[in-house]
């Protein structure tokens, strides 16, 4: 509140001062602040400073909102036109995690494939790929809970990568833990023809052609 009574005068005196613009919006998103004018802020050094950087501060905020689309809008903006594969990865893993939360699964799918092609060793790519997989186990058919295998496989891969992210590592170990909870029974398998350790093509969803291991509840 402080801040915004602070700038919404100097930038009012001044709106075409790009650096009070600059400032008031480092210092805001600094703050967490996730006020309308924060983002009439934003939107406004977003317009003079088209960055990846700036782009991603303003996705975080709507993302907050859940305005995905207009999240989305500026992730999209900054990716057409960014160069560094560093900061490629770092808007598609924004991309990758409002897509899960929105449930747009397929493009969350799309972002973490990107995100496995520029770097393999990113955590955030199998942590969206396990909750795009267990998604797709949306029926009691086999063909359906054998995407937990996928899954788990993906969300464990996920777990180990992420050390550096305590707080997302320790929700990676509880959804592996759901989806092995959720795998196909003995019982399902055997009447399904299949033994536990053999190999296993997932035919359903988004793990669709994922290769897997057959596993026991």
């Known amino acids: 509140e402080n801040l915004e009574t602070i700038f919404s005068k100097k930038i009012a005196d001044n709106p075409d001062d790009t650096k009070i613009v600059e400032q008031a919006f480092k210092l805001m998103a600094r703050a967490n602040c996730s006020s309308d004018f924060f983002f009439m802020v934003g939107e406004k050094h977003y317009a003079a400073n088209k960055t990846s950087e700036v782009a991603m ?22 990716l057409a036109t960014e160069q560094d594969s560093a900061e490629k990865e770092k808007l598609y893993v924004r991309i990758g995690l409002i897509s899960i939360q929105s449930k747009n699964y397929a493009e969350a799918v799309k972002a973490a494939n990107e995100i496995k092609a520029i770097n393999p060793e990113n955590g ?10 267990a998604a797709s186990a949306n029926c009691s058919e086999l063909k359906c809970q054998a995407c937990y295998w996928a899954a788990f496989d993906m969300m464990n891969t996920a777990a180990g990568l992420l050390a550096a992210e305590p707080s997302i590592q320790e929700s990676a170990k509880k959804m592996a833990a759901s989806f092995r909870s959720a795998f196909p029974t003995k019982e399902e398998c055997f009447f399904n023809e299949l033994q536990a350790g053999a190999a296993y093509t997932i035919k359903h969803g988004f793990a669709n052609g994922v290769s897997t291991t057959v596993r026991f509840r």
């Open 124 to 133: 955030y790519a199998y942590f969206i790929l396990g909750q795009s997989y």
């Open 57 to 78: 501060l303003l996705a975080q905020g709507f993302q907050a909102r859940e305005e995905f689309e207009k999240a989305m809008k500026y992730l999209s903006e900054a």
